[in-house]
């Protein structure tokens, strides 16, 4: 071990750009300090410091690093002209953890370190305080106490609770000096009876334990949890670093105060400075919802010249970063401190609106602009929010914390949330007074949070923005009891498993599950996404097969319909039987004869779909699953049929006796009634339903697969049964036709699926070249088309540049081209194996969710290219799920496709992570 490395940062020398090395936070205080803001002299241990803490088995600090943090202690002690466990005029620190990536709540600070019975009697008579003093010392003491030795912290809230008690103070405020006094020594004899030692006085020693316990938090399950949860690898935060900051008091009286600001409203967007604050309290309080704080805007209000000096501190911050911060500060007897800044973590309304703006204020490029939305996270513009017409009384009001609306059963801790949420997918709502870190997994397992003390930026609130989930805070009318696993409300009440909703957009609780409706898109993100189009080479069309899909999609910024699945009109009730008619017929008349009844339905189907995304193309795809899916079940036929059967019998036996009964002069009342009886079972209506269903059950058994998925379907159908294409292909050509005759400009493009040799595809154009000329001739004007196919099996790949000789497009289906490159059958994948090979490694991702680039992509870029060696203008798109998502689009634009095809709520999405790929290959490019 280099004993001479250095560990050891003033917040003068480290270098602000280096978050690595620096933690966030760390890296933000240097170069705060370094543009001249009012940052509390510190210094920070560097990440490197906490690996080799953590490599050592022995669990020691590495050689000479508190060598160097006493320098830099020496150095704090001459900046602050106090003396650190100097009793007469002592310093304290605040030791805090920060690693590259802003993980907020996941790792513990602990504030007022120094303290002790010496230096809290300095802290007395430098402040005449001794409130103040008591204040600081039980505070530094409970968390110390938690965080560096492991005691409970409800024994602090106990004992805490039982002094206010007994003080009869309402608040935290009340409590006297004297109350104070005895809220330290019972914490310190907690500590002892705990620990079995005295609390720790050295400050030095304090300082050493602090570091090693920040350290150790790295590895914490907090921590751990949530990095597994957000990805978070090891090369982009290794370790975290530790801050030491003089400690500035907000609790220092009614000219002091401490808070938390957004540069930028993180909920709206909105440009405007955004906060809370209390007066006269620490950091904590304001963060932990103990007190419910006051909007920012009453700050101008309570102390003027500060609001002014925080206006001032946001501008600068802004101007800096160029990106929205979220910053701490503190006011200490009148005098602002920033004490930390990080860029602000916003949902995505937020992040469209002010990208937008910043670009717009010349703080920020339009490719920054871009880049700084993560593509998924559009989702959740797309989240639905309460029915307006919906007629539902809120029950409580609380704070509009973070927007969206859910519902979901009540819980009331997050371990039952993670139970009934992730163990049996029920949607749950975690309800808490207030949440804290270690609720965590509750929230992953949550589909919104509601909480009945704390404001918007209390943890509940910051974490489930983060997260995107719907969240209310501060609901105060709402009374929350553990125990009993259940809320009162005014009146009434609700308990665990209680269906209630909750709207974080108007911060509104309901009982009951409340309907809820589509989003719109806003003005901001139709400017966004507009300069996505104009940035990215990939064009993104939707998968949609009803005008209703075709038409969101087209509000969604679709180009064009990439994959119309036509089996789905086929399912339709009006349909069902006609298709069936069609597989069951004996004789080609009686097949069309069907097929002309179907004829016309599908032509209007796809006039409708044409109209709806006039001018832009639309793929349609001739019928694909094995024709035997619009059967009935073998085994329901079965029992149908035996009791047809027993039927027939029962009939059969009536007749016998309606004659026998008429033999031998039974009295009249008895032979009109089994007559009656006979007749109602009609012998020849059921004989009839008896053949029927019968030759349906020999139908399914002639039609049964042991493995459908690779059996008779797709394009094999087509080569079968060329009437079902034939059908298909007039429809279409003549729908387009009628667009035309009705001054609608119409692209079909005609894709038939699961094509593998090349003779394949011929034989299907031809009967597209018959039937267009016939329908050209019919109509007297030209129609265009497009001919293509679908590349999902892996020979279609391998013969892509023969299938190029006949296509015009290739889009590629890479639900069945995963599933056939693997030989996975999804289904029994994603059921049986597919967890085990994600969570043990052997496969990195689901690739039936993320695109497999190594196997499925590198077939993918094969075809590309040899395609396009025999066809160089060949178009080619996807059309599987992977086009929705952002890393497989990444990949599509790197091969070259021209467009992605997804469904339509995922279009968004795609069109920003299309820029994204553009702009990211473009910066590879310039490398
Ligand atoms: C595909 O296989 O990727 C595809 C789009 O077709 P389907 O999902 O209908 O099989
Ligand atoms: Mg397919």
């Known amino acids: 071990m ?12 480290g270098d602000g750009k280096n978050k690595k090395l620096l933690g966030g936070k760390g890296a933000n205080l240097c170069e705060m300090t370094q543009i001249g803001l009012n940052v509390p ?8 410091a906490c690996l080799a803490y953590l490599d050592d088995p022995q669990r020691h600090l590495p050689p000479g690093l508190m060598d160097q943090v006493r320098d830099q202690m020496r150095l704090l002690e001459q900046k602050t002209g106090k003396g650190f466990g100097d009793p007469d005029n002592p310093l304290l620190v605040s030791v805090r953890s920060g690693s590259a990536i802003s993980m907020p709540g996941m790792m513990d600070t602990i504030l007022n370190l120094g303290l002790n019975s010496d230096t809290l009697q300095g802290v007395i008579q430098a402040t005449g305080d001794p409130r103040f003093a008591y204040d600081s010392y039980r505070r530094f003491i409970q968390l110390f106490g ?28 009340d409590l006297s000096a004297d109350d104070l006094r005895q809220v330290c020594d019972r914490f310190l004899q907690i500590v002892e009876e705990q620990t079995g030692r005295p609390f720790p006085c050295d400050p030095y020693e304090q ?24 990805n978070i690898t090891p090369d982009m935060a290794n370790g975290t670093a530790v801050n030491v900051v003089t400690m500035v008091f907000g609790n220092r009286g009614n000219d002091s105060a401490t808070g938390v600001g957004f540069t930028r409203n993180p909920a709206t967007g909105e440009n405007k400075l955004y906060g809370e604050y209390l007066v006269n309290a620490q950091g904590e309080d304001v963060v932990a919802g103990i007190r419910t704080p006051k909007p920012l805007d009453y700050l101008r209000v309570e102390m003027p010249e500060l609001a002014d ?22 006011i200490e007897r009148g005098r ?19 990208s937008v703006e910043m670009e717009r204020e010349g703080l920020i490029t339009k490719e920054q602009a871009l880049l700084r939305i993560p593509p998924e996270s559009l989702e959740q513009m797309l989240f639905p929010r309460l029915d307006p017409n919906a007629k539902a009384e809120p029950v409580a009001q609380g704070l509009a914390a973070s927007p969206g609306a859910a519902s979901g059963i009540a819980v009331f801790d997050a371990d039952r949330a993670e139970q009934l949420g992730k163990g049996q997918g029920l949607k749950v709502i975690l309800v808490r007074e ?4 270690e609720d965590i997994h509750g929230f992953f397992a949550s589909v919104g949070i509601l909480t009945s003390r704390g404001g918007k930026t209390s943890h509940a609130a910051v974490v489930a923005r983060g997260m995107g989930k719907p969240c209310v805070a501060g609901a105060e009318g709402i009374s929350v009891d553990v125990e009993r696993r259940e809320a009162r409300v005014g009146l009434t009440s609700f308990k665990e498993g209680d269906v209630i909703t909750i709207d974080g957009t108007t911060g509104k609780v309901y009982l009951g599950e409340i309907p809820t409706v589509e989003p719109e898109f806003t003005p901001e993100l139709n400017t966004l996404l507009g300069w996505a189009d104009e940035l990215s080479r990939l064009r993104v069309k939707a998968n949609a097969d009803t005008p209703d899909d075709a038409r969101r999609a087209r509000r969604y910024g679709a180009v064009g319909i990439g994959l119309a699945r036509t089996e789905r009109m086929f399912n339709a009730v009006d349909r069902l039987p006609i298709v069936i008619e069609m ?21 209007q189907d796809f006039y409708e779909l044409f109209e709806v995304m006039s001018p832009h193309p639309v793929t349609i795809r001739l019928l694909d699953p094995p024709i035997h899916e619009f059967l009935p079940d073998e085994h329901v036929l079965e029992r149908e049929l035996k009791e047809l059967r027993a039927l027939a019998q029962v009939a059969g036996g009536l007749g016998v006796l309606a004659n026998a009964a008429s033999l031998i002069h039974a009295p009249e009342g008895v032979r009109l009634e089994v007559e009656r009886a006979h007749r109602m079972i009609d012998p020849a209506v059921v004989e009839e339903a008896i053949a029927k269903k019968a030759a349906m059950l020999k139908k399914v058994r002639a039609l049964y697969e042991t493995n459908p998925m690779l059996g008779h379907r797709g394009v094999r159908l087509g080569m079968t049964f060329p009437e079902i294409y034939q059908m298909q292909i007039r429809a279409i050509l003549e729908a387009a036709a009628e667009c035309a005759k009705a001054g609608i400009e119409v692209h079909p493009q005609i894709m038939v699926p699961q094509v593998c040799t090349v003779q394949e595809l011929r034989k299907v154009k031809q009967y597209v070249a018959d039937i267009h000329a016939e329908v050209q001739a019919r109509y007297g004007k030209p129609v265009d088309f497009k001919f293509g196919t679908m590349i999902e099996v892996v020979r279609a790949c391998m013969r892509a540049d023969s299938l190029a000789e006949e296509a015009e497009f290739f889009s590629f289906g890479t639900n069945d081209l995963t599933q056939a490159t693997f030989s996975f059958s999804r289904e029994d994948a994603e059921n049986k194996f597919l967890p085990l090979y994600n969570q043990s490694g052997l496969l990195q991702d689901n690739p039936f969710e993320v695109l497999d680039v190594k196997g499925v992509g590198k077939l993918m870029k094969l075809a590309v290219e040899w395609g396009r060696s025999v066809k160089p203008d060949l178009e080619v798109g996807i059309c599987g799920e992977h086009g929705g998502h952002p890393r497989s689009i990444a990949f599509c634009h790197e091969v070259g496709l021209n467009y992605v095809s997804c469904s339509a709520p995922r279009v968004p999405v795609a069109r920003l992570a299309a820029a994204h790929a553009a702009l990211k290959a473009q910066a590879t490019h310039n490398l």
């Open 41 to 48: 002299p510190g210094f920070v241990i560097t990440t490197e």
């Open 309 to 330: 000096q925080l206006e001032e501190l946001r501008n600068k911050l802004e101007a800096h970063y160029r990106e929205v911060q979220d910053f701490e500060f503190t």
């Open 434 to 437: 207030e949440t804290k870190p």
């Open 207 to 230: 300082l050493e334990i602090a570091i090693k316990a920040v350290f150790n938090s790295w590895m914490g399950k907090r921590a751990v949890d949530y990095r597994k949860q957000f």
């Open 336 to 354: 602002l401190y920033c004490l930390q800044t990080r860029n602000g973590k916003m949902n995505t309304v937020a992040l469209v609106r002010t």
């Open 2 to 13: 280099d004993t001479m490395q250095k560990y050891v940062f003033a917040f003068e020398e």
């Open 583 to 603: 597989i069951v017929a004996e004789t080609a008349e009686q097949r069309r004869a069907a097929l002309d009844r179907l004829l016309p339905m599908q032509r």
């Open 146 to 173: 938690k965080v560096a030795l492991g005691v409970a912290d409800t024994l602090f809230d106990e004992a805490f609770e039982a002094v206010k008690e007994s003080a009869h103070a309402k608040q935290d405020v």
